[in-house]
C-alpha cells in the first residue's frame, strides 16, 4: 500500500509560480511512475504530467510546468510557472505499480487527497 500526501498549493497571481509536492510513503517509490492530475469545478479530471526516468506533459501546460522526482526523498514534485486562471483546480498526485508514462486516471493504483490551487487574474 502506497500513501501520498500532496502540499504547496494555494493562491498565485496569474503569471506567478507554485511548486507542488507529493510525498509517498513505501519502499518501492523508484519502480513507480508518478503522475499529476488536476480537477476543475465541473469539470472531469485531466491529466498535467507523468514521471518514470522521462517525463511527459499535457499540451496545455508544455513549456509551463515541470515535473521531477526525488527518489531518496519519496518525493514528486510539480513545477509551475507562468500560471493561468485557468489552470484553477484540485491537483492530485498518482502512482501507478506499472512502469509507463501512463495519462489515464485508470491507469494509476494510488491517489493522494488533492491540493487546492487557485490563479487570480
Known amino acids: 500500500q502506497v500513501q501520498l500526501v500532496e502540499s504547496g498549493g494555494g493562491l498565485v497571481q496569474a503569471g506567478g509560480s507554485l511548486r507542488l509536492s507529493c510525498a509517498a510513503s513505501?519502499?518501492?517509490?523508484?519502480?513507480?511512475?508518478m503522475g499529476w492530475f488536476r480537477q476543475a469545478p465541473g469539470k472531469e479530471r485531466e491529466f498535467v504530467a507523468s514521471i518514470t526516468w522521462t517525463q511527459l506533459y499535457a499540451d496545455s501546460v508544455k513549456g509551463r510546468f515541470t515535473i521531477s522526482r526525488d527518489n531518496a526523498k519519496n518525493t514528486v514534485y510539480l513545477q509551475m510557472n507562468s500560471l493561468k486562471p485557468e489552470d484553477t483546480a484540485v491537483y492530485y498526485c498518482?502512482?501507478?505499480?506499472?512502469?509507463?508514462?501512463?495519462?489515464?486516471?485508470?491507469?494509476?493504483?494510488?491517489w493522494g487527497q488533492g491540493t487546492q490551487v487557485t490563479v487570480s487574474s
Open positions: 513505501g519502499r518501492a517509490f523508484t519502480t513507480y511512475t
Open positions: 498518482a502512482a501507478a505499480r506499472r512502469l509507463g508514462l501512463w495519462r489515464r486516471d485508470n491507469d494509476y493504483d494510488y
